[in-house]
């Protein structure tokens, strides 16, 4: 009997143990993954800034072609995208135009504004995402990483706290944690990761890239670099040096999930750092500073408070504060978005969970599904051309280009002269000098891109009309045809061959 009363008290404190011991182990396991997935107040306000300023950076290089790409007078106009993208924008038939489309920028001007100062920030950020994914429907001709980078980060930017920090919306909270950790918090982060990890894996079945070849040859293609780029190119090892040092980093990645402290602000650094590079030296938009965006959410409080401490006493930090309070006294906080009935704010932030993890789902699976090549059950691909969240991050793999791309658009007046009908001047079908700055922005050189495809026959037409129109709209002396000219040079950048392939008419086009 006593054995019995023995061995029973030994089995229950073996249990009691276990129990404790795993309790621990969960909620130190628990612990660990809320630290790394949690970020700091301060890195969503300046990710809310950045974001805003990214916005209306965008847009504002947009208007400079508002009419050309966004307009029935331009060079895409709304018969052209419904007929090559069907159902895929009916919105804009219904719109006026061109006053649609010119009201757009300044209201999505204005929202972009509202998310830089932090006014009614959700409000700020769903439409500024609905006006965003408007705009990249009206041309998806002239989209890129960037622009989808965006507005996946906006999608998540919308269950984010943006207002808790250094905005007019943070009058209404208390200061409360400096830090927050839930599922859009990780939801976000993972995306941003997902981004390298995805295009590591389009990378590692490129030769080039696992050559070390592959941005030495991207740098031969003249229309991809500008200023820095331009040196670079001279140095393939550099350039071989940096491929590596790439390919590294993107096989990394993870890495910035993985640590915490000083290490994931080293490792963010680094990350920041190689983006800067890709600013001064490839023309490529804003895809550099959306990225370098969404590391800041990478930033530990650490790095914030040892930041605070270097500006808190400076002059430009005494400025802005003086502003704020101004800004502050002039608009009144914001109110609540929705009444306060009883079981609302419970059904909201329920929705706030529930979503996001759903969202978060989906991603994973479109990222299981590319790395491992492997199709996807109908209703979830369904589900992501819906959303848009795609997680197809190739940028120049797994096949770099090293060949350089330029056009010409020879013309003839009805007075017998020969015109180039878009850079004005004498035809010229050779390699100009500098081809970067043929393009007039980097959405040209997509537009241009698309011209030029095998199934760029409409984009073509429409494009040749626009010509036509302008030119005569503009000249006294009308044009009688046009020509659409797609020029090739490949060059080797280690063994410095080249290789014309002597061009090719892609359209000859009678002017009405």
Known sequence: MALAEDLGGSWFLFATVTETTGQQAHERFG???????AIDLR???????????LLLTNLLTRARYLGVFYTD????????????HPGANQVFTYLPDPWGPILLFPVAGAFALALVVGYRTRLATAISLVLLVLLHLRNPLVLNSGDLLLRSLLVWALFLPLDRRWSIDARRYDPGTDT???????????????????NATYKV????????????HVFQADQLTYLLGDLLAEFPMVLMAATYLWMVLLVASPLLLVTTGWRRTLLTSVFVAVHAGMLVSMPIGLFPLISIAGLLLF???SAWTTAGRLVGDSALTDRVRRWTNRVEAAVSPSGRLWPQWPGVDRVVGGIATVLPAILLVLVLLSAGSIATDTALPEPVEKSLDTTNLQQRWQMFAPYPTSTTRWMAFPAN?????????????PPD??????????????????FFQSVREDDGGPYRTAFAAYLCEQWNREHETDLSRVAIYAGDERTDPFGGGTTDSGGRYLLRHECP
């Open 299 to 301: 930033s530990p409080p």
């Open 73 to 84: 007078s331009g060079a895409f106009p709304r018969s052209t995208l419904l007929a090559t």
């Open 43 to 53: 890195a969503l306000a300046a990710f809310r800034i950045a974001l805003g300023l």
């Open 205 to 216: 079945d490129g030769e080039l890239w696992r050559s070390g070849e592959a941005v030495a």
């Open 180 to 198: 927050t950790a839930n599922v859009a918090t990780a939801a976000v982060l993972i995306q941003v990761v997902l981004v390298y990890v995805i």
């Open 413 to 425: 007046t009805t007075a017998g002269t020969s015109v180039d009908a878009f850079y004005g001047g």
């Open 429 to 446: 079908l050779d390699r100009p000098a500098s081809v970067d700055s043929t393009y007039p922005s980097n959405r040209w050189r997509k």
């Open 31 to 37: 612990t660990a993954v809320r630290r790394r997935v």
